[in-house]
């Protein structure tokens, strides 16, 4: 190394030293006959390193760097050395199929500085992390607020000594779950690391200034527990894993991408508790409620629900199973993934590379004498044609569909080609939502409600179906969110998410403008003119109730139509 060489400079002399040691390591495997890798391009598995000790790996300039079954290669600085000879046909005689290469000394180095992540027992590797009870108990009374757990991994950032990651993670997590985040991003750019939490939909800062040897061991505990490739960075990579809190088991689907500055990774939180929610616990107006009631138990046809991803479809499907699954009904789903799982319900999962899609695996389903049958997503023409035979046929079938509205989703249906002879005798209900954010109840502000503002609510409350029940303009009390929020809700003044609805209930008359192929914006006059509450309209409705704001309403619907 050259003393107080330009960075850029050290960097590209390193780089050709390297590119001239793998020259001739590779004229050297030529010239013995050998083969040769370059351990720097190559996957590097901890399940080969494990077979051969540290101790013997450094003394011998050897490792095994993949391991599959019986196969397993490895990668040698001299093959052709009498120890090294004994140590292959150790595993030849324990019926390895070993393939042996020629390496540099740098890839040597490379490979095993991944010893640090092998672990010391086989116990260790179960792609899951057991938080205690008792430590669980701790950290959810300690990080109460993304601020506590800001403070909590700056002061574990600052350890000179002994950086320990695995409670680094403990507290990424515990924090991720008391804080009720949906998502944590590691996220790189030419400022620094840093960590992120997506809450009520809402990105929040948790920690900038990552260290950036911390966020490289971050990065690869996270690959080893989601049993992904720890030294491959310029490919994308999906997997998951599982925390342990106590009694719960709580999921992690990860996704690492390669990027400008180092690698990012997002972390979907699967917790089992989020979706054990009852019909009745998610808001629902009574009269919404009492129709979903009725159709979620007629004996056949189909019920869409349709909003965008994120919107909270799959808690409601989920809801609407728990409500009607006994021990006298059969139900299987067909989902892309499975990503929780519902006792006494029989849960299927898309696998594309096997064959196994929603169209044919809903063919399926049909010969196993289901009575309610979930599909994931109605995507494309033959998934959309088998599910509506299905509802036609005695069965009851829940799915999801990606439109904006309840109106668009007839629309949709014969975009995807079904038949309108089918669409109108097999829906039942179309279902709209969407989630706005809940005013923070410790620190929401009551809002004068001016002349103007009285007139228009009393406008709104004349407009709506005579099922919907009006409250009198005189009895509200509007709240808005507090400027600066508190620590109850990290500042942001809304702290958790409630639904909003818009049901469209099929029929007789609707056949008829289906069959006509009529457009969105005639359909939902058609609906409108039925009693259908917009999604707009029960979002104000929530702001009337006191539970959200016009501004959140806005965000979510767009522009209010008074």
């Known amino acids: 190394m050259i003393p107080n060489a330009n960075p850029k400079l050290q960097a590209q002399l390193e780089r050709l030293a390297r590119e001239s040691q793998e020259r001739l390591a590779k004229k050297s495997a030529s010239d013995k006959k050998a083969q040769y890798i370059d351990l720097m391009t190559a996957p590097i598995e901890l399940d080969g390193l494990k077979l051969v000790p540290e101790e013997r790996a450094r003394e011998l ?75 669980v108990a701790k950290l959810q009374k300690e990080l109460v607020t993304v601020g506590k757990v800001r403070d909590r ?38 400022g620094g690391f840093k960590l992120r939490y997506r809450i009520d939909g809402m990105l929040q800062v948790v920690i900038e200034q990552i260290p950036p040897q911390v966020y490289k ?65 998610l808001g629902i107006r009574d009269d919404d409620l009492a129709i979903m009631q009725a159709e979620i138990r007629a004996p056949n046809g189909m019920i869409l629900n349709t909003g965008p991803t994120g919107s909270g479809k799959t808690t409601t499907l989920y809801a609407f199973l728990r409500t009607i699954t006994d021990a006298a009904t059969k139900t299987i789903t067909i989902e892309d993934p499975v990503e929780y799982h519902l006792e006494g319900i029989e849960q299927t999962q898309v696998n594309v590379e096997a064959g196994y899609t ?36 005695g ?11 309840a109106s668009g989703a007839i629309p949709r249906l014969l975009d995807l080609g079904a038949s309108p002879s089918s669409i109108g005798p097999a829906l039942n209900l179309i279902i709209a939502q969407r989630l706005v954010r ?7 502000v009551s809002l004068e409600i001016t002349p103007e503002l009285k007139t228009k609510i009393d406008a709104f409350l004349k407009e709506l179906p005579e099922r919907v029940k009006r409250p009198e303009s005189a009895a509200i009390t509007l709240f808005g969110p507090k400027e600066g929020g508190c620590e109850t809700c990290n500042t942001h003044s809304y ?57 959140e309403v806005e965000s979510v619907t767009g522009e209010l139509q008074w």
Do not use: W
């Open 438 to 444: 809940r005013l923070c109840k410790d620190c929401k």
């Open 395 to 405: 069965h009851l079938v829940f799915s999801t569909l990606h439109t904006n509205s």
């Open 153 to 190: 991994l700056a002061q574990l950032f600052s350890a000179t000594d002994n950086i320990s990651t695995k409670e680094i993670m403990e507290v990424a997590l515990a924090g991720a779950l008391t804080n009720r985040a949906s998502d944590l991003h590691f996220e790189t750019s030419e």
């Open 217 to 281: 061991l971050i990065i690869s505990r996270l690959k080893l527990l989601s049993n992904l490739r720890i030294n491959i960075t310029t490919e994308s990579q999906d997997g998951r894993f599982t925390i342990g809190m106590g009694e719960v088991n709580i999921e992690l689907r990860v996704s690492v991408v390669p990027a400008p500055f180092g690698e990012s990774i997002v972390m979907r939180v699967l917790d089992p508790r989020s979706i054990q929610l009852e019909l009745t616990d």
């Open 358 to 393: 929603f169209a044919n695996g809903l063919s399926a389903m049909m010969r196993q004498d289901p009575d309610v049958i979930l599909v994931g997503e109605v995507r494309d023409t033959e998934t959309a044609g088998i599910a509506l035979q299905a509802a036609l046929t």
């Open 61 to 135: 300039k050897a490792v095994i760097f993949e391991h599959k079954g019986h196969k397993a290669a490895l990668g040698a600085l001299r093959p052709d050395e009498p120890a090294v000879g004994s140590l292959i046909k150790e595993f030849q005689d324990r019926g390895f199929e070993l393939s042996v290469f020629l390496i540099s000394q740098e890839s040597l180095d490379y490979a095993l500085g991944f010893y640090k992540f092998v672990p010391q027992d086989s116990s260790q590797i179960t792609s899951k992390v057991n938080i205690e009870p008792e430590m």
């Open 495 to 551: 702290k958790g998410r409630v639904g909003i609805y818009e049901l469209l209930k099929a029929g007789k008359e609707m056949e008829t403008l289906i069959n006509k192929r009529a457009g969105e914006g005639e359909i939902e006059d058609f609906a409108r003119g039925r009693g259908m509450v917009m999604l707009q309209q029960d979002g104000i409705l929530r702001v009337l109730k006191g539970d959200t704001s016009f501004e």
